[in-house]
């Protein structure tokens, strides 16, 4: 019976609620990775790079959790914003 009302309670990941409020809180994670990224670019591009590395800087520091370490979009987020911030040397 506590099995059942874990499943049917609106707060357990296990109910369609739960699990919705689940998947929209690792949005919002990813959001922020993405949104870390941005603001690191922009800051790069407005001649700005004390506070882009700082964002660089929090952006690499959350992709080694191990929750976003094998997220290939987050760490496409990073690739990219490696890119701009630190063209290839010539």
Do not use: C, Y
């Not at 690792?26 to 990775?33: L, P």
């Not at 790069?44 to 700082?54: F, I, N, S, T, V």
């Not at 800087?57 to 959790?65: E, H, I, T, Y």
């Amino acid at each position: 019976m506590a099995s059942w009302r874990f499943v049917r309670s609106p707060d357990s990941p296990a109910s369609p609620e739960g699990s919705k409020r689940k998947d929209a809180k690792t949005q919002r994670r990813k959001d922020t990775i993405a949104f870390l990224a941005f603001l690191a670019m922009a800051q790069h591009q407005l001649g700005r790079p004390d506070e882009a590395k700082k964002r660089m800087d929090r952006l690499r520091q959350l992709l080694q959790l191990d929750r976003w370490k094998n997220d290939a979009e987050s760490q496409a987020f990073l690739r990219e914003a490696d890119k701009l911030i630190q063209p290839p040397m010539k």
